[in-house]
């Protein structure tokens, strides 16, 4: 992929250098949660990164995997897709896109923004400025 905003990269000895470009200490855990990350586009849970994590053989505590997921999430690395608060997904592909959210199957798929249109935004809040915009449209399997 030769996309800019997108962080894949499918050789690990490059996950280094894509950590100190966007200010990470490339610690050794941290350098094991960005492959298991960074290595595809996906939509991981922290539970699943947890796993992915710890059966190629590192030892990565919960605590750490999610102290890790929300630095690179601050540093613009990945980025987080809340669907209620107890499912939170961490996604590999940072450029801007929109969400299927499968209530049936709990499954997060992407679709391109250009695929949907706005009419207009809102007026936004005194004092405020829009910082970004998540589109996460919710489906149920037709019966
Ligand atoms: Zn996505």
């Known amino acids: 992929m030769n996309d ?3 962080n894949i990269n499918s050789s690990q000895a490059s996950i280094k250098k894509i950590l100190e470009q966007f200010a990470i200490n490339p610690t050794h855990q941290r350098y094991e949660i960005a492959c298991a ?3 595809k586009p996906q939509h991981l849970s922290a539970e699943q990164i947890l796993l ?3 059966s190629n053989g590192a030892h990565v505590s919960k605590a750490t995997v999610y102290n890790t997921l929300n630095l690179f999430v601050r540093k613009g690395l990945i980025k987080q897709v809340i669907i209620d ?3 939170i997904f961490y996604d590999s592909n940072t450029s801007y ?3 299927y959210y ?7 798929s992407d679709f391109k923004s250009n695929d949907m249109s706005f009419n207009r935004n809102p007026s936004l809040p005194e004092n405020t400025v829009q910082s970004g915009v ?3 449209v919710r489906v149920k399997n037709a019966t």
């Open 85 to 87: 608060p107890t499912k």
């Open 102 to 108: 499968n209530e049936d199957t709990g499954e997060l």
């Open 52 to 54: 992915l994590v710890n």
């Open 37 to 39: 990350m960074l290595s």
């Open 134 to 136: 998540d589109v996460i």
């Open 4 to 6: 800019t905003s997108t």
């Open 97 to 99: 896109h929109c969400h």
